[in-house]
C-alpha cells in the first residue's frame, strides 16, 4: 500500500504571492519549476498542458510532507473557490504547528494576512490547543497549532 504522506498541493491563482505567504510561515523553498508537458492534462485531469510549481517544506528532514504549489496554466488561469465551511465535508484546512500561536498570529497580522479566528485555547483534561485559522492568499485555511500541556 502506501508508505507515507508525500505532499499537499494547493492550486494558486499567483504562485509568487501564495509562496511568499508560506514562506513568511516558516517553510522553505526547495525547487520552482515550469513543465509544458501534454501528458499534465491526462495525468491531472485539467485542461490545459503547462504548470508552474513550487516544493516546499518544515525543517531539515528529507521525508518531511511538501507542500505543492500550484499555478496551472498562464498566470491567472486557476479560478478560485470561497473558502469551504469549517464544517464541510472532505478537507476544509491543515494544521502546522508552532510554539507559540499567538506570535504567529502577530506577524501574519503585520503581514495583512486574512484570519478566519483569532488564538483561542481549547483544553481537555489530557491537554490541549491554542490555535488560530489564517487563510492563505487563495482561501486555503492554515490552522496554526500549540500544543498546551494538560492543567495540573
Not at 501534454?38 to 495525468?43: M, V
Not at 469549517?86 to 484546512?93: D, P
Request: negative net charge; contains cysteine.
Amino acid at each position: 500500500m502506501v508508505d507515507r504522506l508525500f505532499h499537499i498541493a494547493i492550486n494558486s491563482r499567483d504562485l509568487d504571492r501564495s509562496v511568499a505567504f508560506y514562506e513568511k510561515l516558516g517553510f522553505t523553498q526547495l525547487q520552482d519549476r515550469t513543465v509544458t508537458n501534454e501528458k499534465l492534462k491526462e495525468a491531472f485531469a485539467v485542461p490545459c498542458d503547462e504548470c508552474r510549481f513550487v516544493h516546499l517544506r518544515l525543517g531539515d528532514s528529507d521525508a518531511a510532507t511538501l507542500l505543492d504549489i500550484v499555478e496551472w496554466g498562464p498566470p491567472g488561469l486557476a479560478d478560485g473557490n470561497p473558502t469551504p465551511a469549517q464544517n464541510a465535508h472532505g478537507l476544509t484546512r491543515f494544521a502546522v504547528l508552532t510554539d507559540s500561536t499567538d506570535r504567529v498570529y502577530e506577524e501574519l497580522k503585520q503581514y495583512g494576512a486574512d484570519f478566519v479566528t483569532e488564538p483561542t485555547t481549547v483544553l481537555t483534561p489530557e491537554g490541549g490547543w491554542r490555535v488560530s485559522l489564517v487563510k492563505d492568499p487563495d482561501g486555503v485555511v492554515v490552522q496554526i497549532t500549540e500544543l498546551v500541556p494538560a492543567a495540573a
